[in-house]
């Protein structure tokens, strides 16, 4: 971490924040779906029941969202404590590309069941991760 007086002090911000940002945002929701997983598998279930592509698959697609959220959290939490620890931004930069296909499954869904105002909510989360990518790219 640069001192606070350094240069390159707001270019650290850069890397971390939105790091940060992704590794709460991705290990509470991953964890909420864990914890809860009879509630969350029975809001998707009623999410997609008028969806006939994705009725049969919503077990195995909430598993796979909820792996991918986990995976992104985690690599964002270590990637924060690496980017404090020594500065490196490959795990940051990681985690930030696994947050980003995440937010595109998310869309997916919401799309594909017409829930257009969550579908919108996830735009600027989205941001955020192409924002972390960039910042942290090597």
Known sequence: M???????????????LPVAFLAIT???SGLDKVL??????GWQTQLFS????????VKPLLASLTLLELAAGALCAAGVVALVATGSPRLACMGAMVSGVTFLALLFGQRM??????????????????????????
């Open 2 to 16: 640069p001192s606070i007086d350094s240069p390159q002090f707001a270019s650290w911000l850069l890397q971390v």
């Open 26 to 28: 991705f290990v509470q």
């Open 36 to 41: 809860d997983w009879k509630g969350n598998l």
């Open 50 to 57: 008028k969806v006939p592509v994705l009725r049969g698959l």
């Open 113 to 138: 069941a017409k829930e257009y105002a969550g579908a919108a909510s996830v735009g600027p989360y989205f941001l955020v991760s192409l924002a972390a990518i960039y910042f942290t790219r090597g």
